[in-house]
């Protein structure tokens, strides 16, 4: 079994604070890329940022500088977290976890979703 679980998210003033994390865990030989992505009302999906499996960070350039991901490989069990500060009512969304899996048991190759966390920015 290879698993996602998502947390975090809520509803803040504009200026606030949120972090998210996403943890996928299980039957894993490795993760190359896991990123989270958000949906507005609306608009379609977007990616907020991509973390590979070395470290290297892609940030959406409306959140850089404001929001900031780290990556926690252990055996098993990687997360994800995104902290968000400075937050604007513009990034209100459904945020999403992804992860690209490569699982030691079949199917090997696995892209797994998560059901997405509410993050909303209002006063």
């Known amino acids: 079994q290879v698993r996602l679980a998502e947390s975090g998210g809520g509803l803040v003033e504009p200026g606030g604070s949120l972090r998210l994390s996403c943890a996928v865990s299980?039957?894993?030989?490795?993760?190359?890329?896991m990123a989270w992505y958000r949906q507005a009302p609306g608009k379609g999906r977007e990616l907020v940022v991509d973390?590979?499996?070395?470290?290297?960070?892609?940030?959406a350039d409306s959140v850089k500088g404001r929001f900031t991901a780290s990556r926690d490989d252990a055996k098993n069990r990687v997360t994800v977290d995104l902290q968000m500060n400075a937050l604007r009512p513009e990034d209100t969304a459904v945020y999403y976890c992804?992860?690209?899996?490569?699982?030691?048991?079949?199917?090997?190759?696995?892209?797994?979703w998560g059901q997405g966390v509410q993050v909303t920015v209002s006063s």
């Open positions: 992804y992860a690209g899996v490569v699982s030691t048991i079949l199917p090997r190759n696995r892209e797994l």
């Open positions: 299980g039957a894993i030989l490795s993760i190359n890329d």
């Open positions: 973390v590979s499996e070395g470290g290297r960070l892609n940030y």
